[in-house]
């Protein structure tokens, strides 16, 4: 094997390595991306959600919007908790 040769695999390894390292960071910032937006959408959720319960309790408010209200929230947090296990 040549110098020349021997310096396009030095090259070649190294290039791999630079994309390796680039695709990593891409991934690693995707997840953290996803962590932050999955725990936007979820915080007020929550909130939500237990505000709901509470006025169904207290019985002051109409059963029906809040048991709406509850509905959806479940079905939300269902969907972000897919999302979750997808990626």
């Known amino acids: 094997m040549g110098r020349e040769e ?3 695999i030095v090259v070649n390894k190294v290039n791999e390595r630079i ?3 680039k695709l990593k960071e891409q991934q690693e910032k995707s997840e953290e991306m996803l962590a932050n937006v999955t725990h936007d959408l979820k ?12 006025m169904k309790i207290g019985k002051e408010y109409d059963e029906v919007a809040i048991s709406m209200i509850l509905e ?8 972000i908790q897919d999302i979750l ?3």
């Open 85 to 87: 296990d997808y990626s």
């Open 72 to 79: 959806n929230a479940n079905l939300l947090m269902c969907l």
């Open 43 to 54: 915080t007020p959720l929550n909130c939500m959600t237990l505000m709901a319960e509470g």
């Open 19 to 21: 994309k390796y390292e």
């Open 6 to 8: 021997s310096i396009m």
